[in-house]
């Protein structure tokens, strides 16, 4: 796909403009996307992923979801002259100090590799009973303008650890975090469901405000 010009390109049915979401996640894209379809925020606006834009995926070097997400939305902001939201988020263990937290995509080293992830998670916790598996989703996101002004939102999601991975819905660690409220992991629930609970949802339902400004 081409970049778009920064104020976007004329058509028929008036202003054409995108919104770069700051992820390589075709998951993230498509459940971020919903959220804020959902919460009115898109209107004539075209969402697209930075991969789609060519846009690599800068360093997340901050120690704070709020570090990573303002960094991947300016870098992103930057590259194509377009308004774009980054996020950040990660699985949060109180048994574990609040670990994985921002290395959550790489807990067990390679950068998203779900699956072992879960597992090195899931034994570490093996012995936790069940009063000690609290643990949340956290979510920090940022809309960065490329001419200047930023807008941030946080989100959490309470819950508690299963033993062994459940279902086939999401992604990350949705298969073995519970939410309060409820018997079946995120990974069980139904895609409407989840992002009216989520971290994601909460932060970019706060968010969207400031994305419909863009086009209102």
């Known amino acids: 796909m081409n970049r778009p010009p920064a104020g976007g390109t004329a058509s028929a049915g008036g202003a054409h403009r995108v919104l770069v979401l700051a992820t ?24 697209v992923g930075a991969s789609e834009l060519g846009v690599a995926a800068p360093l997340e ?7 990573n997400a303002l960094l991947k939305a300016r870098f992103v902001a930057q590259a194509t002259g377009l308004a774009a939201v980054g996020d ?7 048994a574990l100090g609040g670990a994985p937290g921002v290395f959550s995509a790489r807990w067990a080293g390679g950068h998203g590799d779900d699956a072992a ?8 916790l093996r012995d936790v009973p069940e009063k000690g598996r609290a643990a949340w989703f956290e979510c920090a996101a940022v809309l ?11 989100g959490r999601m309470e819950g508690r650890l299963a033993y062994e991975p459940r279902g086939a819905g999401g992604f990350g660690y949705d298969p ?16 409407g469901q989840k992002n009216a609970i989520s971290h994601r949802g909460k932060a970019f339902r706060t968010l969207a405000p400031a994305i419909r400004a863009l086009w209102c």
């Open 117 to 124: 992830n879960l597992a090195l998670l899931l034994d570490q």
């Open 144 to 154: 960065a303008l490329p001419g200047g002004g930023e807008h941030a939102a946080t």
């Open 88 to 94: 950040d988020s990660g699985l949060c263990v109180a």
């Open 24 to 47: 390589h996640n075709a998951h993230k894209v498509r459940e971020l996307r919903a959220i804020l379809a959902e919460a009115d925020a898109l209107g004539p606006l075209e969402v």
């Open 176 to 191: 073995i975090l519970i939410p309060d409220g409820f018997n079946v992991t995120s990974a069980e629930l139904e895609p």
């Open 61 to 67: 070097d901050g120690l704070t979801f709020q570090e």
